[in-house]
């Protein structure tokens, strides 16, 4: 009996906390975001030194009713899954988790309490909780098409490392002897990848004749390589698979993006509401 219900308690909160389809899960959702936005906010008003001075044992006291309100909702997220673990190692779970660790840190290291505008990320879940299915797909759309040009944008990757490690080294040797400029061939890799990417501080600029020459190249050559990424991802996005997803999570892995009618999880193949 005991043991029922205590995954009867287990199963409510995790209705609540990872669910949006019930009015206690959609209130949460909304009370989460609304916390997460003014934590956010407070964070950067905090930064204002005028205000920081003014007003510090108020946003001393603020930071931490956010940091104890998430830390208590990490531990029901840890204890309403199945297998915490696989929660704490997903993609929310880590980001749940850097949410509450920079006002732990600072506590032993000064400087580090403004890394807790990385609770922005916790905002993603905004288009799960209102039902954006049409924006969710298309969110998995984009990130399939990556995943599936990734192969092809490493081995370009590694082309344009071998580009500009090539015209530094030329560089170098063109104006190493001419120009204080590009005094070693890192420095001279460094102008190389300003110059190919379009980007141009202009902190390095070559003297020589035949260094301007080479300078022009790489410049133009920069326009074409920008168009290679785009072209290869461009193409994964024309054939896009379709995805089917809603805002039920797995007791076991969770996870989302299951259809409307599934009862299994697709990942890891157990029951989604872990019964």
């Given at each position: 009996?005991?043991?029922?219900?205590?995954?009867?308690?287990?199963?409510?909160?995790?209705?609540?906390?990872?669910?949006?389809?019930?009015?206690?899960?959609?209130?949460?959702?909304?009370?989460?975001?609304?916390?997460?936005?003014?934590?956010?906010?407070?964070?950067?008003?905090?930064?204002?030194?005028?205000?920081?001075?003014?007003?510090?044992?108020?946003?001393?006291?603020?930071?931490?009713?956010?940091?104890?309100?998430?830390?208590?909702?990490?531990?029901?997220?840890?204890?309403?899954?199945?297998?915490?673990?696989?929660?704490?190692?997903?993609?929310?779970?880590?980001?749940?988790?850097?949410?509450?660790?920079?006002?732990y840190i600072s506590i032993f290291f000064?400087?580090?309490?403004?890394?807790?505008?990385?609770?922005?990320?916790?905002?993603?879940?905004?288009?799960?909780?209102?039902?954006?299915?049409?924006?969710?797909?298309?969110?998995?759309?984009?990130?399939?098409?990556l995943y599936k040009s990734s192969r092809?944008?490493?081995?370009?990757?590694?082309?344009?490392?071998?580009?500009?490690?090539?015209?530094?080294?030329?560089?170098?040797?063109?104006?190493?002897?001419?120009?204080?400029?590009?005094?070693?061939?890192?420095?001279?890799?460094?102008?190389?990848?300003?110059?190919?990417?379009?980007?141009?501080?202009?902190?390095?600029?070559?003297?020589?004749?035949?260094?301007?020459?080479?300078?022009?190249?790489?410049?133009?050559?920069?326009?074409?390589?920008?168009a290679v990424p785009t072209g290869i991802?461009?193409?994964?996005?024309?054939?896009?698979?379709?995805?089917?997803?809603?805002?039920?999570?797995?007791?076991?892995?969770?996870?989302?993006?299951?259809?409307?009618?599934?009862?299994?999880?697709?990942?890891?193949?157990?029951?989604?509401?872990?019964?």
């Amino acid at each position: 009996m005991k043991s029922k219900k205590h995954n009867s308690l287990k199963f409510k909160i995790h209705e609540i906390i990872f669910e949006a389809d019930t009015p206690a899960g959609k209130f949460f959702d909304v009370a989460l975001l609304i916390f997460i936005i003014a934590s956010v906010v407070v964070a950067l008003i905090e930064s204002v030194p005028s205000l920081h001075n003014r007003f510090p044992n108020l946003f001393y006291i603020f930071e931490w009713i956010f940091t104890i309100f998430f830390t208590i909702e990490y531990i029901l997220r840890l204890y309403s899954t199945l297998k915490p673990i696989k929660y704490a190692m997903s993609f929310y779970g880590i980001i749940d988790l850097l949410a509450i660790l920079p006002k732990y840190i600072s506590i032993f290291f000064a400087g580090t309490n403004s890394l807790i505008v990385i609770r922005a990320l916790r905002l993603l879940r905004i288009f799960r909780i209102f039902k954006m299915v049409t924006f969710v797909r298309e969110a998995e759309v984009i990130s399939q098409a990556l995943y599936k040009s990734s192969r092809k944008i490493l081995v370009f990757l590694f082309a344009i490392l071998m580009i500009v490690v090539i015209v530094g080294s030329i560089m170098y040797l063109v104006e190493g002897g001419v120009n204080p400029d590009f005094d070693s061939i890192p420095r001279s890799i460094y102008w190389a990848i300003v110059t190919l990417t379009t980007v141009g501080y202009g902190d390095i600029s070559p003297n020589t004749s035949f260094g301007q020459f080479i300078a022009a190249f790489v410049m133009i050559l920069g326009y074409a390589v920008i168009a290679v990424p785009t072209g290869i991802v461009t193409n994964e996005l024309m054939n896009p698979k379709k995805v089917q997803v809603n805002t039920q999570c797995c007791m076991h892995c969770s996870r989302s993006g299951h259809d409307d009618d599934a009862t299994f999880c697709k990942y890891c193949g157990n029951l989604i509401n872990g019964e």
